[in-house]
């Protein structure tokens, strides 16, 4: 990277000297009509760009001085598609490698910070083999699919000392960061309960159906990666990957790590001294799922209980919200959600408060972009809105509600250990086992 960028101030500082400009290349006239200096250029790879991965490229390109110049997806359809989008969208698409293997495309020396945003259970190895490559990373939430992948991240990070932002947008929208702020003011009084919800009608599983060959195109072997090996079938695919054990952790490590991480940022707490759950598949039992679509999670922390509900198929949640975060407090309650937020008064206070809605000012996702990009040029670790460290803090508290859920137990942590008290929980949940030659790094 380095010596890439002096390439590029020795070629501006030729242009500038009065060399013809038409000896340019079209890279250097690009760099110097963007009104970005050549050393703060950002060449990007993205790697999954079916969803996420996608709207993350999109919003990095907003960002003056950011260039596309890989992608990588498994299926070949989904590459087609983006490779012709980027091309509607201006980009010179001739400058920019396709892969179907995340491997080669680390191997692209002039890549500076790599996209990921597959299935959950590849988050993991690529961000920690990244990092090797050299190259800083912007991975999706969940960073992580278990516990112990959590920490590797983190030691990764560590290790090989990688700017790392991990996909929880809301961390940068002003909104958010403004509600946090009041209830520091303490006007809400002693707040003893925090009730987190996510009612998301418009999620459905799939109809079950049979297995069968992969779609032409698909390299479904490295799209299951360290995953157990099982026969490609179309309702685990794609989006509904995040019904499944094997890859993700359904609503809760979906939305959840959104919303429990607010929930958790404004109490200013840890983690939980217990977490206990119950649920199930009552919405859609006959469709094609294993994480639960309803799900009710208890955590006690020292000072305060958090209140975990999700329901897919209904939209009618708390405060007329699909979902949402209130701090109830003894003077008032304060409702977050990505719509804005607000104060309801106590009734029985005497110290009434209450604020009228506050609504969003900015684009979350754009404004991560810029905070990530900002610090892959100044290497300013401190400066990033959600570094690896609290991407994995809240991955694992979810982790920690949809182990409860799964085990039907009330959970006691270690929080000096940072385990579980019942080693027998530890050793089946603490961590995922890897499949198909894969193994998670120790480090």
């Not at 922390?301 to 975990?308: A, C, G």
């Not at 309650?333 to 937020?341: A, V």
């Not at 009228?356 to 040029?377: C, M, Q, Y």
């Given at each position: 990277m380095q010596q890439r960028r002096k390439f590029l101030q020795q070629t501006a500082a030729l242009a500038g000297g009065g060399l013809i400009l038409s000896s340019l290349n079209n890279k250097a006239f690009a760099i110097l009509n963007n009104g970005i200096k050549p050393s703060d250029q950002v060449n990007i790879g993205a790697i999954g760009i079916n969803g996420m991965g996608w709207s993350n490229l999109t919003a990095a390109l907003k960002v003056p001085g950011v260039n596309i110049v890989a992608l990588c997806d498994v299926d070949k359809s989904v590459l087609d598609r983006r490779m012709a989008e980027l091309g509607k969208m201006g980009v010179d698409v001739s400058k920019v490698k396709a892969y179907g293997d995340y491997r080669k495309l680390l191997d692209q020396k002039d890549i500076d910070a790599v996209i990921i945003g597959t299935p959950d259970h590849w988050h993991a190895l690529i961000m920690i083999e990244a990092c090797q490559a050299g190259k800083d990373v912007y991975v999706e939430k969940p960073v992580g699919n278990s516990i112990e992948e959590c920490r590797a991240m983190v030691a990764a990070q560590v290790k090989y000392n990688k700017v790392v932002q991990g996909g929880q947008w809301q961390r940068s929208q002003q909104h958010f960061r403004d509600a946090v702020d009041f209830i520091r003011t303490g006007q809400l009084g002693n707040i003893r309960t925090v009730k987190v919800w996510c009612y998301q009608g418009?999620?459905?599983?799939?109809?079950?159906?049979?297995?069968?060959?992969?779609?032409?195109?698909?390299?479904?072997?490295?799209?299951?990666?360290?995953?157990?090996?099982?026969?490609?079938?179309?309702?685990?695919?794609?989006?509904?990957?995040?019904?499944?054990?094997?890859?993700?952790?359904?609503?809760?490590?979906?939305?959840?790590?959104?919303?429990?991480?607010?929930?958790?940022?404004?109490?200013?707490?840890?983690?939980?001294?217990?977490?206990?759950?119950?649920?199930?598949?009552?919405?859609?039992?006959?469709?094609?799922?294993?994480?639960?679509?309803?799900?009710?999670?208890?955590?006690?922390?020292?000072?305060?209980?958090?209140?975990?509900?999700?329901?897919?198929?209904?939209?009618?949640?708390?405060?007329?919200?699909?979902?949402?975060?209130?701090?109830?407090?003894?003077?008032?309650?304060?409702?977050?959600?990505?719509?804005?937020?607000?104060?309801?008064?106590?009734?029985?206070?005497?110290?009434?408060?209450?604020?009228?809605?506050?609504?969003?000012?900015?684009?979350?996702?754009?404004?991560?972009?810029?905070?990530?990009?900002?610090?892959?040029?100044?290497?300013?670790?401190?400066?990033?809105?959600?570094?690896?460290?609290?991407?994995?803090?809240?991955?694992?508290?979810?982790?920690?509600?949809?182990?409860?859920?799964?085990?039907?137990?009330?959970?006691?942590?270690?929080?000096?250990?940072?385990?579980?008290?019942?080693?027998?929980?530890?050793?089946?949940?603490?961590g995922k086992e890897y499949h198909n030659g894969y193994k998670l790094p120790k480090l």
């Open positions: 418009w999620m459905r599983p799939q109809p079950k159906v049979a297995n069968s060959a992969p779609p032409a195109g698909v390299d479904y072997n490295m799209w299951l990666g360290p995953a157990p090996k099982q026969e490609f079938n179309a309702s685990r695919f794609h989006f509904h990957f995040r019904w499944f054990w094997d890859y993700a952790g359904g609503l809760m490590t979906d939305w959840g790590v959104h919303l429990m991480d607010y929930a958790i940022f404004g109490m200013n707490a840890d983690v939980p001294k217990s977490v206990s759950a119950l649920g199930g598949n009552f919405a859609y039992p006959d469709l094609s799922q294993e994480t639960p679509d309803t799900m009710g999670a208890l955590y006690e922390f020292d000072k305060f209980n958090l209140i975990w509900d999700h329901a897919m198929g209904i939209d009618n949640g708390l405060y007329g919200k699909d979902h949402g975060i209130a701090f109830i407090g003894n003077n008032g309650t304060l409702e977050l959600d990505r719509g804005g937020w607000e104060v309801y008064e106590e009734r029985q206070s005497k110290n009434k408060v209450k604020v009228e809605r506050k609504s969003p000012t900015d684009n979350g996702l754009i404004k991560h972009w810029e905070n990530f990009i900002a610090a892959v040029r100044s290497r300013k670790h401190e400066s990033l809105n959600c570094p690896i460290q609290t991407g994995a803090h809240i991955a694992t508290v979810c982790q920690l509600g949809n182990i409860a859920f799964r085990t039907q137990e009330k959970l006691v942590w270690d929080k000096d250990k940072a385990r579980f008290t019942n080693e027998a929980i530890n050793k089946k949940y603490f």
